[in-house]
């Protein structure tokens, strides 16, 4: 499923009723980082500022599902479990700790909430077993061969289908890795692993690409 619904929307899940603010102005304000524009939009949002829920769901909801499609296949499971995430954080709002990185908070709050569903429906998490890697450096060059192969559509489609054989797992550490470009320590707390382990799984997974894209170094 590469779309979401149309009620999917912070309207159909919230109501319109709440707190406005102009976004636009106080962006404008604000400057060009984006951690300070973070900043200040969660702290709408926790003041009950509506319009900052309706820019964190419009930026974010897409790579939500992005994110999510690397979880589970049910798409309809990846869409409630969004829905759930944003209803929460706007019935929490007032408890919500300060943020400067909405994008890292929300790919937390997705993952606990898809992990938790799957859980009860499945009554076991499945843990995979990872082989060992010593160095980050090791894989500075790996990290350039995958972001520029996604400019390349032959190449694209040849990396595709390589992630495509990769474990569960293993798609969601190099989701985050290279493509939302995660350092090590968020990738650890995401995946609720230590850092060893976001090392091995990515050392892991990058070994399996090797064998099956030739454009990887």
């Known amino acids: 499923m590469n779309h979401l619904s149309n009620d999917t929307t912070p309207e159909n899940l919230l109501g319109s009723d709440a707190g406005n603010v102009n976004i636009a102005s106080i962006l404008f304000k604000t ?26 769901f419009e930026k974010y909801v897409r790579l ?42 929300l790919l937390k709050c997705l993952r606990r909430r898809i992990v938790r569903v799957l859980s009860a429906v499945h009554r076991e998490q499945t843990h995979q077993t990872l082989a060992s890697v010593e160095d980050d450096g090791l894989y500075t060059s790996i990290e350039t061969d995958i972001i520029q192969l996604q400019t390349a559509s032959e190449q694209q489609q040849q990396l595709t289908e390589a992630l495509g054989k990769l474990s ?4 969601e550490a190099v989701y985050l890795k290279f493509y939302e470009r995660m350092t ?11 850092l060893k382990s976001a090392y091995k799984l990515i050392g892991k997974a990058i070994d399996a690409l090797r064998k099956e894209v030739r454009f990887i170094s």
């Open 31 to 56: 400057g060009t980082s984006q951690a300070e524009i973070d900043a200040v939009v969660w702290t709408l949002l926790k003041q009950g500022h509506r319009s900052a829920l309706d820019y964190i």
């Open 64 to 105: 939500l599902y992005a994110y999510g499609a690397t979880l589970c296949k049910d798409g309809a499971l990846v869409e409630d479990s969004i829905q759930d995430v944003f209803v929460e954080l706007w019935n929490r709002r007032e408890q919500l700790s300060q943020t400067d990185n909405i994008k890292f908070y």
């Open 168 to 171: 569960k797992r293993q798609r």
């Open 184 to 194: 090590y320590e968020q990738l650890s707390e995401v995946l609720e692993i230590d």
